[in-house]
């Protein structure tokens, strides 16, 4: 969902505040979206890569500069603060910080929450209010759940809070309320009163999630507090009832309109009084539908908005030409889609790789070589960071972050565990959001025993029905009994409680007195001797501690960027204005602080990026891999929707810049059981239709393939001499590697051919692993001629030999149907490996069904038939050659090689 970053020249900005400076470098079709009438509403719908953030701050720019329009009149909303800093930092450089610092920019989310401080009276709120996090809203469904305990019992339900949760988070998507939603329920069931009463039916669920819906609402405002959605709702309520606290907006900007809720919708619709509005987005890239985004909104918008004009950006500039073709032949599938195309200027690159291979662990092996393989040929061109892993569910990483392991590769797993979410950070959190907001009672018990004061849950319970009883905080019960004007609870509390208070009153003190957010959190820590805490708690402390350090650095940079300007204050006599302190805006960006906001830029560079094809949306990677393409995975066995399942897979394919690999396997074992398994749908359709669309064969990275991925990159193109020492140094590297991910077979049950590769001796045998997936020869760690085996041996004649990318020397490819050893002419250069797996070099004649492996020549075009009635075969009559393993020992108990035994020379 956060806005792509275009990786070429065409993009790049030139500071100015000239009106005209900044066109010059638009394409007809961008220039026309910037140079819209601001007053007419306009759709730009744009393709991936084909620079919508640059039309979008250049837009705003325009509005300004040209049309006088001020910048504290402008709202701009994206979807994460990523995408908002991004733009913000663009409009640095366009139109100054003065002017960007005046526009009302964020998430939906940052922009209610912003406006409910001012105005939050007018609806129905304190201006101290806490937002929840989804930790939090869960733990309060679950005591919630625990009151209808009789009625899950009696029907037979089993239902957990998370459930429950995105049903009612679905329910506020679209509008509804508590009330709105029960009554909506009641009007369903009046009907059809179809089940039996001791059924399970969606009735019996919906009913209980309607009374779990009323009394979390009620629990919500108690504490004075809010969940994400109710943001959005409050939002839409401050806005539609008291329309003088947008009577400021001139003009609306809405990025990613696309994956816009209902909620969202009305926000655009409250916002945009004077009916200015530009929207940017792509329905091919509509993907969170399960998150109840609404792509029919750039139709609605079109009938609520009337004259609102739709304008088409098809220029890519990220991809190159067979990436743009492949991906759109799958997304053209969709036949209800709004038609449109993209082009791009960038040369026809590789052909996409389309690679199966028999198992998962295959799979990854195949993946992480890869890696290493197109790192040494690119020449320093491509570094870790410039491949993304893109999956279509998380549990798929386990295998392929095994195998980057083992080949010793850095990986990164992006939306992996949130820096705001990890024990440490909610922990200190939880005390800043007491001391802000007294009310806040799920803070209270997370705090009371951080560090460990006795304090019990019965304790905490008892605490919470005086409360409950009195109408009263429970912060506000532990300080009468410390104080002596409550009575004390049996057994005595108040000893343990009073370090507590003591504890949140020196901190309320501070924050009354305009202390820092950083200092605040600094002197929190040695109050309650936090380092000690965790020493005592943690098996990790030291990673978990510099986890504290960084929050005090967040906090501190906190102190003197704060993103948003103050809201002009408007004259009226209902207004209430809440003063924001540095603490609440501070706990206020960490609560909305969304996925990726803390991860470094420079780290990302060094490691290869594991992330689903979700969280994938909107960034890019020279080089894509796809794995487990494949039917139940694309599409998604529980997914209702096939299209949006077709579209995650075009948005996965668009985020490739120079490379694209996709992969499925035949066979991959799914919660402990080997399930067989075939190529999705979505590939399989578009191959039979157009063969050239994919090629079985890794990309053999020619000076020409290597210049073209540079121009693309914008990188320098890298120096021969270099690529030669770096694939010199590969084949080094893998010719003593061993890398099994199976069993190795017993020898007297092998059907492989014997397998040479150079400089080493013929009579290897690789690994299943080895076979399978097509790696080098050199990947194997058997040594020593092995006596009572016969075998014929193979005499090679003068055939022309087959370039292989994973391997650096040239090779001859023989399909053999029997063990056979073979005698090499004198000086040759020749590597020998069981073709089953190996795709076809003619791709349109099954591997079964061909006659002969054709032979390729890396300089010349002619293709050699190599018959097997052209190989003369000779029995011996001694022994053969085999191989003795030594099993158990070394990595991964694979074994080495028996070093007493010397290959000849």
Known sequence: MSIASSSTTHNALIPSTSSESFLAGLNPAQLKAVQHPPEVPVQILAGPGSGKTKVLTSRIAHLILTHSISPSSICAVTFTNKAANEMRERLI?????????????????????????????????????????????????????????????????????????????????????????????????????KAK??????????????????????????????????????????????????????????????????????????????????????????????????????????????????????QNYRSTASILRTSLAVV??????????????????????????????????????????????????????????????NALSRAIESALQREGIPSRVLGGHKFFERLEIKNLLAYLQLIDNTNFDPALVRAANVPSRGIGEKTLLEIAARAEKTKVSQLTVIEGICDGRLPDIKPTAKRKLVPFVKTVRALRDLANQGTSPANLIRRLIDLVDFESHLRKTQPDWESRWENVQELITFASEFDTDIPYAEP??????????????PLRLFLQASMLSSEGDNQSEEDSKEKVTI??????????????IIPAVEQGTFPFYRSEDIEEERRLLYVACTRAQGLLYLSHVEKRKVAGDTKSKELSEFISVITKQNPTLFTSWQPDLSPVD???????????????SEVSRRIAEFDRVMRNHVMNYHQPPAPQALSHPVVAHP???????????????????????????????????????????LYHPTIASTRTTVTLSKPTSFTLTPGSSTTLLNTRHMPPRNENIPPQTRPFQTIHSPTSSTETPCQASSINEHVTNGTSLGTKRRLGMGRGAVGYANKKFKPPR
């Open 93 to 193: 450089k366009l139109i100054g910080k003065q002017r960007t610092t005046e526009m009302k920019m964020g998430t939906f989310h940052s922009l209610c929450a912003l406006f409910l401080r001012k105005y939050g009276t007018l609806a129905g709120l304190e201006g101290n209010f806490t937002i929840c996090d989804a930790d939090e809203c869960k733990k309060t469904i679950s005591t919630i759940l625990k009151t209808h305990k009789a009625f899950l019992e009696e029907k037979n339900i089993s239902l957990k809070e998370g459930t429950v949760l995105s049903m009612i988070s679905k329910a506020k998507a679209k509008g509804q309320s508590a009330t709105d939603y029960s009554s909506e329920l009641q009007s369903k069931s009046r009907d059809a009163k």
């Open 568 to 581: 002009s204050t408007e004259e009226n006599s209902d207004t209430t204005t809440a003063k924001d302190t």
């Open 759 to 801: 400089g080493a001796d013929i009579n290897f045998i690789p690994s299943r692993n080895m076979l399978s997936t097509g790696l080098p020869a050199n990947n194997i760690g058997i040594s020593q001629p092995q006596p009572h085996r016969s075998a014929p041996i193979v005499t090679l004649p003068s055939v022309t030999p």
């Open 197 to 314: 009463a001791t059924a399970v039916t969606p009735n019996d669920i919906e009913y209980l999630v309607a009374q779990v819906y009323e009394d979390y609402e009620r629990t919500l405002r108690r504490n004075n507090s809010l969940d994400f959605d109710d943001l959005l709702l409050y939002g839409v309520k401050l806005f539609r009832k008291h329309k003088h606290t947008v009577a400021w907006c001139k003009h609306v900007l809405v990025d990613e309109f696309q994956d816009t809720n209902i909620t969202q919708y009305e926000l655009m619709s409250a916002l945009a009084l004077n009916r200015c509005v530009t929207v940017v987005g792509d329905p091919d890239q509509s993907i969170y539908g399960w998150r109840s985004a609404e792509v029919e909104n750039l139709a609605k918008m079109r009938k609520d908005f009337c004259g609102t004009e739709q304008i088409f950006l098809e």
């Open 332 to 393: 053209a599938q969709d036949k209800a889609r709004i038609q449109k195309t993209l082009h791009t200027a960038h040369p026809i690159g590789t052909t996409p790789v389309l690679r199966s291979l028999p198992t998962e662990y295959a799979e990854a092996a195949f993946i992480a070589v890869e890696i290493k393989r197109l790192v040494a040929h690119m020449g320093g061109v491509l570094r870790w960071g410039d491949f993304g892993v893109l999956l279509r569910f």
């Open 611 to 624: 992330s689903t094809c979700h969280a994938a949306k909107g960034l890019e990677w020279p080089v894509v």
């Open 706 to 720: 290597r210049r073209v991925i540079s121009t693309v990159l914008n990188r320098p193109n890298p120096d021969e």
